[in-house]
């Protein structure tokens, strides 16, 4: 019950999503934090975090990662098809029904009218999340700097995330090691009394 469940909750966000898997986050995250509780704030910036380091599109890759979390391999079979079936039905119509009608002026327009709201959507995930992940100044000075290299040194934005994932681990095995003499500082203090 509960894979049909993960299909149809994706499946929901694919149909109602326009402007690609960035539009998706805000949606997506208040789904799965706020009304299935299947995600914690904090599991979904890390979900938004693997899922940006990965190759691919992030909805699909958010949904894979969701699924496997709440039942493994087939829950994210099931929330990756339900992710994706949307896009694939809507393409097939779009092409078949709206081909004759392309340069038309009304749905020119109109695809043109959503563009603000797509961008509005992607600027309103990127505040979330600098709210909730920016924390201290040396992650304030990396997001400014990440911007100033993509923006005007046109940096690739792989690099800077294969950097950032290299930092990261260097800080965690930094931290693992402090944990570790600290632990073995207390057993020698332990010990010696």
Partial sequence: MLYWQIFFTFFKLGIFTLGGGTAMIPLMESIMVDKKG?????????????????PG??????????????KGFFGALAATLGVLLP?????????T?????????????AFRGMLPVI???ILATAV??????????LQGCALVLTIFMVIFLKVNPVWIILAALIYGIALGIRAQRELRKKVDDDKAEVNHE
């Fill in 38 to 54: 299947w995600l914690s704030r904090d599991e979904v910036l890390d979900c938004i975090s693997i899922s940006q380091g990965l």
């Fill in 97 to 109: 029904v709206l081909k004759p009608y392309i340069h038309n002026s009304y749905v020119r327009g």
């Fill in 57 to 70: 599109v992030i909805a699909v890759n958010m949904a894979t990662y969701i699924g496997y979390k709440k």
């Fill in 87 to 95: 896009s694939y039905i809507v393409i097939i119509l779009v092409l």
């Fill in 119 to 121: 961008v509005g959507l």
């Fill in 128 to 137: 979330k999340l600098w709210k909730s992940s920016i924390k201290t100044i």
